[in-house]
């Protein structure tokens, strides 16, 4: 890190940020001594409502499927790279 630029990793620290707080202000509620990790109501864990295309599936069951599938694509991306 020490080698690039503040004003190139600026931006990329900023984005992440940003999502970092979108996301959490759309799955959390207001923390207080009761409510504290407490996640909101018709919120899933992973989905952030983000689908321009279309493909999530309706029913819970489906997601459910495809949130498992998609996980165990990365962990074999993983173990590829690795």
Known sequence: L???PALVLF???LAINLA???RANKGWVEPS???LFTLRKGYYPGD???DPLGLKPTQASDFASMQSKELSNGRLAM???A
């Open 33 to 35: 001594p009761e409510t």
């Open 48 to 50: 952030l409502g983000f």
């Open 79 to 81: 173990l590829a790279v």
């Open 11 to 13: 931006p990329f620290f």
């Open 20 to 22: 970092e707080a979108f």
């Open 2 to 4: 020490a080698v690039i």
